[in-house]
């Protein structure tokens, strides 16, 4: 899995994210999911397609990001907040849940 993290610019005296030369993190030993996916009727012609990843203990996750993975095309973005998951008093794992829209 690759988190795309936009490099930040001042434009109009705001800084802005810009992501055409975004920074690409690496993070390995994900466990990638597929979800149900569908049509967006909200959108017409639409497909969304959407993952469930599980991620290692201590992952850092951006402020922005993106994320590629290996077995889909394209960028997902961020449903919601990263989750993490305890087993007893113990970090486990951190799950994201992604989505792209496509159409």
């Keep these: ?31 990638v999911q597929p979800g149900n996916g569908g049509a967006d009727y909200e959108h017409a012609d639409g497909l969304t ?12 996750l951006p402020d922005r990001f993106r994320v590629e993975l290996p ?3 394209g960028q997902f973005v961020l449903q919601g907040e990263p989750q993490p998951w305890l ?4 970090l486990d794992h951190i799950r994201i849940r992604l989505e792209r829209r496509d159409g």
Aim: charged residues 20%; hydrophobic residues 45%; glycine residues 6%.
């Design 1 to 31: 899995m690759t988190l795309v993290e936009p490099v930040m610019v001042v434009e109009r005296d705001e800084l802005v994210p810009d992501w055409s030369e975004p920074v690409r993190i690496e993070v390995s030993g994900c466990s």
């Design 71 to 73: 077995a889909a095309a």
């Design 49 to 60: 397609a959407d993952y469930t990843v599980y991620m290692p203990p201590g992952t850092a």
């Design 87 to 90: 087993v007893g008093m113990r």
